[in-house]
């Protein structure tokens, strides 16, 4: 009985240590992460959950380090017309295809700064792919470069075959360009 007691109860720590094993090495990572950006930002509308706010959307691309890599990015912001603050959401999404999926709070841009100034903090809150469940926070800032850019999807050549010429939204403001950098962490 006593040897039957032994052989269990080492079969029973075995698998323990193998689970233990197998967990520590599927688990999570978190890695620093850098990044430049430069995009261009469209004043579209009226914030549809916030009426009172700006509706601007955020289009561009750029290279990060660790899981990111060379990447481009959608954000959308509510932000006040007159305090020039506010918040957003946003996905980039690497070369691979990984989507990152972004909350933007702590918005400021400061026009008294020539050129214009900016910044914001981002919480990471999940992804796709090699990112699902991401998690992180992140700083940016950056200046304005610009103020002339198309609209996305308006083409100089006519759109593809088969396809009615877009329309692009009237803009409240000149397009604004913008370059940036960011430093966080991302566990993924």
Partial sequence: MKRLFAITLVMLLSSAMFFVVVSAGGGLVTKSMTAKWTGTLYDVGICPFDPDKILTVNVGNGVASGPLGSSNFLFVYCIDPIKLEGYGWGIITTAKGDKLHVYVSNLMV???????????????????????????????????????????????????????????????????????????????
């Fill in 110 to 188: 400061n026009t008294a700064e020539d050129p214009p100034k900016w910044s914001q903090v981002e919480v990471i809150v999940g992804g796709t792919g090699m990112l699902e469940g991401a998690i992180g926070t992140s700083f940016s800032d950056g200046t304005w470069t610009s103020g002339a850019a198309r609209f996305p999807g308006v083409y100089s050549d006519g759109p593809p075959p088969g396809y009615p010429l877009p329309t692009p939204p009237p803009l409240f403001d000149p397009a604004q360009g913008w370059v940036g950098t960011t430093i966080g962490e991302i566990t993924f």
